[in-house]
């Protein structure tokens, strides 16, 4: 249970910062290793944040445009990184997915890779985890993560609900903000 929130969001807003100055930086296995280290963390607590009512339910359920890569054949191993193999690395498909949907398949990751421009830089990354894989390799710009991480940071909600479900009689909690 995440009592005080505030440290975890001011790590996540630090962490942001941190990511894009890191994204700028020459090529190299700890560029790699750090960006890596930082995505995953981050999903962890943006999820860990969600999970304990410190984040407006608005906040991961933003849906966020990505890009998929097709599988074109199976048996495809994490253990072997031949990406161009096994997915349509040439004709992406453009969908939306909420962000909390791609928070868990980071962290219930099969692959993890980062996507790189003609001068190095880190623009994004590919993942896809062993329920999506299926589905394809996802493809999510880093600007686009950082946005997150630096809203999720500020994200303090002023108004949390519950009820219960008629049907199934589970709780149904639900966080945001109600305008003065």
């Known amino acids: 249970m995440i009592h005080e929130s505030s440290p975890w969001k001011k790590t996540l807003f630090q962490d942001a910062e ?15 290793f750090i960006l890596e280290r930082k995505v995953f963390l981050a999903a962890y607590s943006l999820r860990k944040l969600h999970e304990n009512i410190k984040l407006s339910n608005a906040t991961l359920d933003l849906k966020v445009s990505v890009k998929i890569s097709s599988p074109i054949q199976s048996g495809f191993s994490n253990m072997h990184h031949w990406f161009d193999k096994y997915f349509d690395l040439q004709n992406p498909l453009t969908t939306q997915l ?31 985890s062993d329920r999506e894989l299926k589905r394809g390799l996802i493809h999510v710009a880093l600007d686009d993560f ?34 003065s």
């Open 146 to 179: 950082i946005s997150l991480m630096r809203t999720a940071a500020q994200d303090y909600p002023t108004h949390i609900q519950q009820h219960r479900h008629p049907e199934t009689r589970k709780w149904i909690t639900g966080a945001g903000h109600v305008e």
């Open 98 to 128: 909420t962000w909390y949907r791609i928070i868990n398949i980071l962290i219930h990751s099969a692959t993890f890779v980062e996507v790189v421009d003609n001068e190095g830089r880190i623009t994004g990354f590919m993942v896809t």
């Open 18 to 32: 941190f990511l894009e100055r890191w994204a700028a930086k020459p090529c190299s296995p700890r560029r790699s």
